[in-house]
């Protein structure tokens, strides 16, 4: 099991366990993490799944998938360096103590 660790805007910090194979998207809704909405369902066509990697994490999870940059423009918070759509980043045994901290706001 991996687990990843949701830190709100006000530092308050919930660790999951998630499924690999799931998406990072897929374990916050799964487990009731507040702050990801994910209103299209991880079809790549809302950015209310906006989460910033940890800085320490953010070559672990990879490079922006094909359209999330497009994506992202039109997430509600601020972007940042290292802004990804959590719908786009996929668990796997690497990301085991992945931190992701989420937006002010979603929408
Ligand atoms: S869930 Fe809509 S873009 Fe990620």
């Given at each position: 099991m991996v687990q990843i660790t949701f830190v709100q805007p006000d530092g308050s910090r919930t660790t999951v366990d998630a499924s690999e194979g799931a998406s990072v998207m897929e374990t916050a809704i799964s487990q009731g993490i507040?702050?990801?909405?994910?209103e299209c369902g991880g079809a790549?066509?809302?950015?209310?799944c906006h989460c910033y990697v940890d800085d320490a994490w953010a070559d672990k999870t990879g490079e922006r998938e094909n359209g999330e940059e497009d994506m992202l423009e039109c997430a509600a918070a601020e972007l940042k360096?290292?802004?990804?759509?959590?719908?786009q980043i996929r668990v796997t045994g690497a990301l085991d103590g992945l931190v992701v901290h989420l937006p002010e706001e979603q929408a």
């Open positions: 507040a702050g990801i909405f994910a790549m066509m809302c950015a209310t360096p290292t802004s990804r759509l959590s719908c």
